[in-house]
C-alpha cells in the first residue's frame, strides 16, 4: 500500500543554517504530495504542495521538488530561523503521514 | 485560510464509558473529513474517512464499532468512541477539505484521557 518514509530526526541547527529533511513514497499512480507543519500547541497546517512530477512547491522560504524518478519530496530551507522550529510531516494526498521530523533552531 | 474546529479541546472520562468528539469547518463546506490518532512524539495515524451522507471508511485495524464517525452534514463530522478504554487515551485530530486530493485544513486536536 502506499507509504511514506521521513527522516526522523530530531534536528537541531543554528539559525541561518541550510535545512533538508528528506522524505520519499511508495504510491500507485501520480499523488499528490504535501509537507505539513506543527508549531509547538498548534493543530497542523499546509507547508507546500506539489500536485505533479517536476512540480515545485514552495512558502516562507521553504521549497520541495515532486522527484517521480526517485519517489522523492524533499524538503530545503536555505536559511532557517528560530520561528521555524517546529515539527514537520511529509504525507501523500490518501493522508499517509510520515513519522515527522522535530526541527529545533537554536539562535 | 480555512479554519477547523474541535470540541472539546480536552475530554477525561471513565472506563465503559462513551465520548463525543466535532469537527466543525468554520468558514467551508468539507466534503471529505478525516480523523486521525496521535501518539505521543508519533505521527498521525489515519483512522478514517468519512464522507457527507456516506458511511465512513475505516482504515485496517480500526474497529468501526468502536470509533463510530457521523458526517451529517458539510460541515459538522462526530466521532464518538464507545465503551472507552484507558487504551483509547490518545490526541484525536480531524482535518477537511474540498476532497481527497485538496489541501487538508486541521483542527487543534482533542485530548481524550480514559481513566
Known amino acids: 500500500g502506499d507509504s511514506v518514509t521521513q527522516m526522523e530526526g530530531p534536528v537541531t541547527l543554528s539559525e541561518e543554517a541550510f535545512l533538508t529533511i528528506n522524505c520519499t513514497y511508495t504510491?500507485?499512480?501520480?499523488?499528490?504530495l504535501f509537507w505539513y507543519v506543527q508549531y509547538p500547541g498548534e493543530g497542523l497546517q499546509l507547508l507546500l504542495k506539489?500536485?505533479?512530477?517536476?512540480d515545485k512547491g514552495s512558502n516562507k522560504g521553504f521549497e520541495a521538488t515532486y522527484r517521480k524518478e526517485t519517489t522523492s519530496f524533499h524538503l530545503e530551507k536555505g536559511s532557517v530561523q528560530v520561528s521555524d522550529s517546529a515539527v514537520y510531516f511529509c504525507a501523500l494526498n490518501d493522508m499517509r503521514f510520515g513519522a515527522g521530523t522535530r526541527l529545533t533552531v537554536k539562535p | 485560510g480555512a479554519v477547523v474546529s474541535q470540541h472539546p479541546s480536552r475530554v477525561i472520562c471513565k472506563s465503559g464509558t462513551s465520548v463525543k468528539i466535532e469537527c466543525r469547518s468554520l468558514d467551508f463546506q468539507a466534503t471529505t473529513m478525516f480523523w486521525y490518532r496521535q501518539f505521543p512524539k508519533q505521527s498521525l495515524m489515519l483512522m478514517a474517512t468519512s464522507n457527507e451522507g456516506s458511511k465512513a471508511t475505516y482504515e485496517q485495524g480500526v474497529e468501526k464499532d468502536k470509533f463510530l464517525i457521523n458526517h451529517a452534514s458539510l460541515t459538522l463530522s462526530t466521532l464518538t468512541v464507545t465503551s472507552a478504554h484507558p487504551e483509547d487515551s490518545s490526541f484525536y485530530i480531524c482535518?477537511?477539505?474540498?476532497?481527497?486530493?485538496?489541501?487538508?485544513?486541521f483542527g487543534p486536536g482533542t485530548r481524550l484521557t480514559v481513566l
Open positions: 482535518s477537511g477539505g474540498q476532497g481527497a486530493k485538496d489541501t487538508q485544513y
Open positions: 504510491a500507485t499512480g501520480y499523488p499528490s
Open positions: 506539489a500536485t505533479k512530477a517536476d
